[in-house]
């Protein structure tokens, strides 16, 4: 869709004003008229009573500057809204777009943003601290320094009109944007609240970008006429008055263009078409939050930031959807707060301190080096990330219950782990790999499930392996059969071989490479896979070790039975296919892989993976079941010749296995 709809050279078709009030000038034709102070007064006195309006006096002010209409305000009735665990209440109106600020930092950017989990981060481009709630009003709270926030905004807006334009001018905004009130700490005085754009932040920018705005509007200097593009932070620096008498003139100016006798040329057109344009971006309807109701009165405003971001990804479901990491960012966000304001990041003992430490150290956007510290661990992105994946593939019914709900889930399977893990964990390296694509390629890897179920069947820790001596204990206890030493070691190895490239996705061409078959499945599984030989045990300890050391990976040669140097002709991606080779057919030489029990047992393998994908299909059946509500049995005909199937698959396993009762994988 077009950002704008200003028309091309040679076009003298003529664009309306669109009429958003019943209001008529004396020639009987619809005009804006911001409306002055003295009308704004008694719908602030109105809003002061309304039930469900937990605002500020200045908010309120504010909200009656926003409205086009103030009278409408005086009868107007808040609407309540559901959220996990209370109740928001809004105020639906139509409002001047110039009054409004885009989000802080757009939600949609999140999984491609840079964090302070990073170390290389560049300081003045990070990821700002997420709002904290208001101890009275329903009002987030932004603590970081005002130019930093005045950069995001800027930065969102720009990233959300290049990649999702609306489209703005012939047509006037028809879809409510949802606004909340929000407070800057850091800011001076005059300008330290607003309204920000929960949602709708592509359609408030495509708005701002089409308004005529001289650059003396701004700095109060009449002599300067230079036409300037309007960003957030212009408008966000203005005092609340000088905001709203830029409304004014934007209005005037445009009428007083369109008042003037038409010419018949096409730049006069043009001219004109402009006005048009910028009168019908002015104003967008607004649904803002104005109130919260905690169903734990005693939590207060406590739980305000996360209720309002519980409907974030509900309302981007048009024009361009969240792409599922941003979603999981989100969500990820969303649970890591909830498990803190629930005391379960407290590791059962009563310490603040520490449960705001895993809070932050999970979030990644700020105070983690500190958060780390007080854990005992070091400042490292592969111990972070096993931090996040031991918190969140722990047991419980409570967490349970909270990350189910979080998720949306009725079940919760290790797959529903996964992509919070993914986007938690890659914050630790948001700045340090090399290039966007090099990005992508870890999370694609990440995303085929960086997890196995001994993550979540086992109490583990994570223990600070900071150091060459320290992993090279995780290996030897691992040798020993130590499980806690083996998951913390599976996880730094899968971190050093994902981030590096050395264990990807399953590409096409492998096994043309390796020249036998490869273990297809995801990169947890090849992880696992790993840990249960010693070769593999091996090469995951010298994976951690030489990609902290910045060192080219090593592989294991069968031969000598040791780890050397890589082929000169290998790419990160030769030595994914051969590492899928050893996982599926071991550690082995040519030969070794080529007598009768090698055969048998690669056979055996390509048996187990078929069993294992089809109970994956099975849950993947029954999560899609679940989530349609289908309470329905399956036909009998047709499930009996599965049945059938999986009955004499059963019986003619029982003739070669030893008579041992099989174990439940489930």
Request: hydrophobic fraction near 40%; charged fraction near 25%.
């Amino acid at each position: 869709m077009s950002s704008s709809s200003k028309p091309d050279r040679g076009e003298t078709r003529e664009i309306q004003v669109i009429p958003v009030s019943g209001f008529r000038n004396d020639n009987g034709e619809f005009e804006h008229r911001v409306p002055p102070v003295s009308q704004t007064t008694k719908a602030q006195t109105q809003l002061g009573k309304l039930n469900g309006v937990l605002l500020g006096p200045s908010h309120i002010e504010r909200l009656t500057y926003l409205a086009t209409d103030p009278q409408e305000l005086e009868l107007s009735r808040a609407e309540r809204h559901r959220t996990p665990f209370g109740w928001l209440s809004t105020l639906n109106f139509r409002a001047y777009a110039p009054m409004i600020s885009p989000a802080v930092e757009n939600d949609r950017l999140l999984a491609d943003a840079s964090y302070a989990a990073d170390p290389k981060a560049p300081r003045g481009r990070l990821a700002l601290s997420m709002p904290a709630p208001h101890d009275r009003y329903a009002t987030l709270v932004h603590g970081d320094a005002f130019e930093a926030v005045m950069e995001a905004v800027d930065r969102a807006a720009i990233a959300v009109q290049k990649d999702n334009p609306q489209d703005v001018g012939e047509r006037i905004v028809e879809r409510s944007l949802t606004l909340v009130p929000a407070t800057f700490t850091g800011s001076p005085d005059s300008v330290g609240e607003d309204y920000t754009a929960v949602d709708g932040n592509c359609r408030l920018i495509s708005c701002l970008v089409l308004l005529p705005v001289e650059r003396g509007w701004l700095t109060g200097d009449a002599r300067d006429h230079s036409r300037i593009r309007l960003l957030p932070s212009y408008l966000m620096r203005l005092p609340l008055v000088a905001r709203r008498e830029l409304v004014r003139k934007i209005a005037k100016v445009a009428h007083k263009r369109l008042a003037q006798p038409p010419k018949g040329t096409e730049a006069d057109q043009r001219e004109r078409n402009e006005a048009a344009i910028a009168l019908n971006a002015l104003t967008v309807p607004v649904q803002v939050i104005v109130g919260y109701e905690d169903d734990d009165l005693q939590r207060g405003m406590e739980r305000f930031p996360a209720a309002v971001r519980s409907v974030l990804v509900r309302m981007n479901v048009s024009a361009k959807k969240f792409s599922a990491g941003s979603q999981h960012a989100v969500v990820a966000e969303e649970m890591a707060t909830a498990l803190y304001d629930e005391g379960l990041l407290d590791g059962g003992q009563p310490d603040k301190d520490l449960a705001t430490a895993r809070r932050d150290v999970l979030i990644g956007r700020e105070q983690v080096p500190e958060g780390m510290r007080l854990l005992g661990l070091d400042d490292l992105p592969d111990l972070r990330f096993a931090r996040i994946v031991q918190e969140l593939t722990r047991k419980g019914h409570a967490f349970n219950r909270l990350v189910r709900s979080q998720l949306g889930k009725t079940g919760l399977y290790l797959s529903h782990r996964n992509g919070p893990v993914v986007e938690l964990g890659l914050r630790s390296y948001s700045a340090s790999v090399e290039t966007p694509k090099h990005l992508d390629s870890i999370r694609k890897a990440l995303d085929t499930g960086c997890l196995w179920q001994d993550l979540v069947d086992t109490e583990w820790t994570v223990e600070n392996a900071a150091t060459d001596h320290a992993i090279d204990g995780l290996r030897d206890r691992a040798h020993a059969n130590d499980t806690q030493a083996a998951l913390v070691l599976g996880v730094l190895g899968m971190v050093a071989l994902v981030v590096t490239g050395h264990l990807r996705a399953a590409a096409g061409s492998a096994e043309e490479t390796v020249g036998t078959t490869i273990a297809r499945t995801s990169v947890g599984q090849i992880i696992k896979g790993l840990l249960e030989t010693g070769p593999g045990r091996e090469l995951l300890a010298d994976a951690v070790k030489r990609s902290r050391a910045r060192r080219p990976l090593r592989w294991w040669d069968s031969e000598s039975k040791s780890l050397v140097e890589q082929p000169s002709d290998w790419a990160t991606s030769t030595f994914n296919a051969y590492l899928r080779q050893a996982v599926r057919h071991g550690f082995t030489s040519e030969a070794e892989r080529n007598n009768p029990a090698a055969k048998e047992a690669a056979s055996l393998t390509r048996f187990q993976e078929a069993v294992f994908t089809a109970k994956d299909r099975l849950m993947d059946l029954i999560e899609m079941r679940e989530e349609n509500g289908t309470v329905d049995k399956i036909a009998w005909l047709e499930v009996e010749s599965t049945f059938g199937i999986l009955a004499g698959i059963t019986a003619r396993l029982g003739k070669i296995a030893e008579s041992e009762p099989l174990s439940d994988s489930w």
